[in-house]
């Protein structure tokens, strides 16, 4: 399966497609709404959370990819950033179309968004239960670890751009 098309909205664009978010969130199985909010969330909670993220000034500047297929969002990738370049993800991706490259897309696109945003540490919490993600994270290098029935990954982008800011400093000097 694919998508037909994939956007990236920030704090101030994101208001515009609350409706199709609440949709999306309340269109997830139990164990995908459980897994994406570590619990069950019920509609009238999503409903109110998606409100404030949509209609609140937050001091936290977040990032959204949205992936759509026939008009509806099939995942939901969120950027969260913090003025001390870390940055925390959470992807939600409808059942039928997890295990078909969706949510790797996603990933690779929240990555890129932290780079450009010159996020040092990018974070990612999940159930330990949460097999495909925590697959998934591991396959793009985050380093996990276990509390209880979590796992948080930590990827390290610093040595990252350490590299490309050598790779600058020669070329200039060159």
Do not use: P
């Amino acid at each position: 399966m694919s998508f037909d098309k994939m956007i990236i909205v920030d704090n101030n664009q994101i208001k515009g497609y609350g409706s199709k978010i609440i949709d999306h969130f309340i269109g997830l199985s139990y164990s995908s709404n459980r897994q994406r909010f570590f619990n069950y969330r019920s509609e009238e909670i999503l409903r109110d959370w998606v409100y404030s993220l949509t209609h609140h000034k937050s001091e936290i500047e977040h990032f959204w990819v949205l992936m759509f297929k026939d008009n509806e969002i099939i995942s939901i990738g969120q950027l969260a950033l913090d003025k001390n370049y870390l940055g925390e993800i959470a992807i939600s991706v409808v059942d039928k179309f997890q295990e078909n490259g969706i949510g790797k897309i996603t990933l690779e696109e929240l990555i890129n968004l932290a780079k450009r945003h010159l996020v040092k540490t990018l974070v990612m919490s999940c159930y330990a239960d949460n097999s495909k993600m925590v697959s998934l994270v591991s396959f793009y290098g985050f380093k996990l670890s276990h509390d209880h029935s979590e796992i948080n990954g930590e990827l390290d982008l610093s040595l990252e751009m350490n590299e490309n800011e050598t790779k600058s400093d020669r070329e200039r000097s060159a």
